[in-house]
């Protein structure tokens, strides 16, 4: 077949005229989003169900208690349940002037989720890449997050699209802080993240160990349920920082189930401090 035949083929098969030449990449990356925002905290796990998103909950209300002004950007666009962590699934972003306010937890706390957009919390979000990248766009650079401290964001599992982006779109970002759980498996994973982290040539701020050990709701004690001690060599393996371990708490389950943050009902408990000293731990790190 010719050129000329080939043009014609797929002229009446798709509508299109083919080229002799493949049409050149776009070069070059999108401009970073223009937010007020001293630092951008990313929170990742290599794998899921190792408490990623409990974990981001907790910290951007403990710097909220400490006086920062926060914001947490939920992007797992396949998953998002910060919303019902916080008991605000219920909630709507208001639209003003072509601005989105986002949802305000606290006087200090905004919250942006696609499970806001959602017509139910059944509705599964089906979208390639580029859906996901314009998205981003929209809630880092048409959401009025105002002045902030820190914006924590939660991304879903793995090393896909979202943190890609996000690291391109996001001004200021200080670093990735790494969730895992002691077992091997997550450990594994979670280096995983880190390397990707590297290669994105930003800096590992450090690594939580969550579900550090089981505190008994009967005797106060701890039950290594899922072993402990492989978020710290693994942070001690790659050369970064160990922000701290948390216990898996009974507490802090039922506190997501009823969409009220743990930290704000258990001062002084083990595990408030358990939180509070990786808190400080992170604080410590970014603002070195």
């Not at 000329?4 to 493949?22: L, V």
């Not at 990313?42 to 403990?62: E, H």
């Not at 992007?75 to 349940?81: A, E, I, K, V």
């Not at 995983?192 to 160990?209: D, Q």
Request: with cysteine; aromatic share 4%; net charge negative.
């Amino acid at each position: 077949m010719t050129p000329e035949q080939k043009d014609q083929a797929c002229t009446e098969n798709c509508g299109t005229r083919a080229s002799a030449q493949p049409h050149s990449a776009p070069t070059g990356l999108p401009p970073k989003a223009k937010i007020d925002v001293k630092h951008v905290i990313l929170v990742l796990s290599g794998k899921g169900g190792v408490g990623k998103s409990t974990v981001s909950v907790n910290l951007a209300y403990a710097l909220a208690n400490h006086g920062k002004k926060v914001g947490l950007l939920d992007l797992d666009f396949h998953g998002p349940n910060i919303p019902k962590m916080l008991g605000i699934e219920d909630r709507r972003p208001t639209v003003l002037a072509n601005t989105i306010e986002p949802v305000h937890v606290t006087g200090n706390l905004a919250v942006m989720s696609m499970a806001f957009l959602l017509p139910d919390t059944s509705t599964p979000v089906v979208w390639r890449g580029p859906m996901k990248m314009g998205a981003i766009q929209q809630f880092l650079a048409e959401v009025n997050w105002g002045a902030l401290d820190y914006l924590v964001v939660d991304l879903p599992p793995g090393t896909g699209d979202e943190a890609l982006t996000i690291v391109q779109l996001a001004p200021n970002v200080r670093g990735a802080v790494i969730v895992t759980t002691p077992q091997d498996v997550a450990v594994m994973d979670a280096v995983k993240a880190a390397k990707f982290v590297e290669k994105l040539e930003l800096p590992v701020l450090g690594v939580i160990e969550n579900m550090s050990g089981m505190a008994c709701p009967y005797c106060g004690g701890t039950i290594d349920l899922f072993g402990t001690g492989g978020g710290k060599k693994a942070a001690g393996d790659l050369g970064v920082p160990f922000l701290g371990a948390i216990p898996l708490d009974p507490a802090m389950v039922k506190a997501s189930d009823e969409g009220r943050p743990y930290i704000l009902r258990h001062a002084d408990s083990p595990t408030w401090r358990a939180v509070n000293a990786v808190m400080e731990n992170l604080i410590s790190e970014v603002e070195k």
